[in-house]
């Protein structure tokens, strides 16, 4: 028989899984599922790129209009000086890396550079305080920053570090519409990262940020040094929780001098666009952001991660201590790939 017209081992053969396992979205057309195994997604990021590059974005198509790409600036209200000992972080204060500590600015100018952010075209301005956590006598400012910014006409994200239940119930009243607190990388592999803080204690902030009734924005960094099944992981643990986040940002590592992943092993650029591909494939209904890192990636490398169903990114000079694409370049990148700005929610699905 010529091998050419020979039928391909089907992934069944492959992964000895049912089709409906390890294809989610083939039987229940990109619903949401919660019963993620490690085989199941090891099954998905390992399939040939071509079918998981087609599958991914065969999903993505089904919740979102894969030409359109929400865009969101950051700014760091409260800069270095932080007491956590996150390994790849500028601004931990166990580590000598040059940073200047600054305090939280007032929230007067934190509202006017956010209507600037917003004539260049962001729908959302996130704001980020190096902490373990807020301190009760920073809450009134916070609150201030959120009624302000979203009275500029844009949406609000804070992170913060970690929350108390009633801290989001606050953050919420004053009308915070995401908050950002990644897991970084999965559970078994976290312990080589950071040391001041579990991963319990970031899956509690997320459970009452979820309960408050904010979206919830959590993802992680690839570059850590971590295994392909740490990445695998992660995105098993997003996937499980009792609902998708509704943003997933995926960062790649900006090796930071002075921090113990100064040196830190790249992820090799498949092995990125492939952990997008999974993300989209297990978070069906959320946006994908392609976060930290995109600096030192080529135009053709973001095209790949945008195929693989990142919908998101972060615009403007600089993300919290480092820089970020040119609007100039990224504007060119937009036109290139036909790319519009816009604020993604997924489809109603029949
Ligand atoms: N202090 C707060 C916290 O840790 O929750 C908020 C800010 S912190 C900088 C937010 C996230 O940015 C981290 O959880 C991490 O995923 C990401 N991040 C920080 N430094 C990074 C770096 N050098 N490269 C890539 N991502 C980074
Ligand atoms: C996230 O996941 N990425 C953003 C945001 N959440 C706060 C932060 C990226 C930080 C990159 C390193 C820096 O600029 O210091
Ligand atoms: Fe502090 Fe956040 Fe940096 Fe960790 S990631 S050292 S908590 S600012």
């Not at 917003?118 to 301005?125: D, E, F, L, P, V």
């Not at 239940?165 to 592999?189: C, K, M, P, V, W």
């Not at 993300?279 to 030192?296: K, W």
Request: charged fraction near 20%; include cysteine; proline fraction near 5%.
């Amino acid at each position: 028989m010529n091998h050419l017209n020979a039928a391909p081992p089907s992934l069944n053969e492959k992964s000895g899984l049912d089709q409906a396992d390890a294809f989610p979205g083939a039987a229940t057309e990109g619903a949401p599922r919660h019963d993620w195994t490690l085989e199941c997604a090891r099954a998905l990021i390992d399939l040939p790129f071509m079918d998981l590059m087609h599958r991914a974005q065969s999903v993505h198509r089904l919740s979102f209009n894969p030409n359109e790409v929400q865009m969101s600036t950051l700014l760091s209200i409260k800069t270095g000086g932080c007491q956590e000992d996150c390994g790849y972080c500028s601004q931990s204060s166990k580590f000598d890396t040059g940073l200047k500590a600054t305090k939280l600015m007032d929230s007067e100018t934190v509202v006017a550079l956010a209507g600037e952010a917003k004539q260049r075209g962001a729908s959302r301005y996130c704001m980020g305080a190096a902490w373990r956590a807020p301190k009760e006598r920073d809450m009134d400012a916070l609150c201030a920053m959120i009624e302000g910014v979203k009275g500029a006409g844009l949406e609000t994200c804070m992170t913060l570090g970690m929350l108390t239940a009633a801290q989001a119930r606050r953050l919420n009243a004053a009308g915070l519409d995401y908050y950002n607190h990644n897991i970084d990388t999965s559970e078994d592999f976290y312990g080589e990262i950071i040391t001041t803080r579990t991963y319990q204690d970031r899956l509690d902030t997320l459970h009452h940020v979820r309960e408050a009734g904010i979206n919830v924005c959590c993802g992680g960094i690839l570059g850590l040094g971590e295994s392909r099944d740490d990445r695998i992981s992660m995105l098993v643990t997003l996937a499980n929780l009792p609902q998708h986040p509704e943003s997933v940002p995926i960062n790649r590592l900006a090796p930071m001098a002075g921090t113990p992943l100064e040196n830190a092993r790249p992820v090799s650029d498949l092995d990125f666009v492939r952990t997008i591909a999974l993300a989209r494939l297990m978070m069906p209904r959320a946006v994908v952001r392609l976060s930290a890192g995109r600096e030192t990636m080529s135009d053709e490398m973001q095209a790949l991660c945008f195929l693989a169903g990142a919908n998101s990114i972060f615009v403007g000079e600089k993300l919290l201590t480092t820089s970020n694409p040119d609007e100039d370049k990224d504007a060119a990148l937009f036109a290139s790939l036909g790319l519009t700005p816009s604020d993604p929610s997924p489809k109603d699905l029949p």
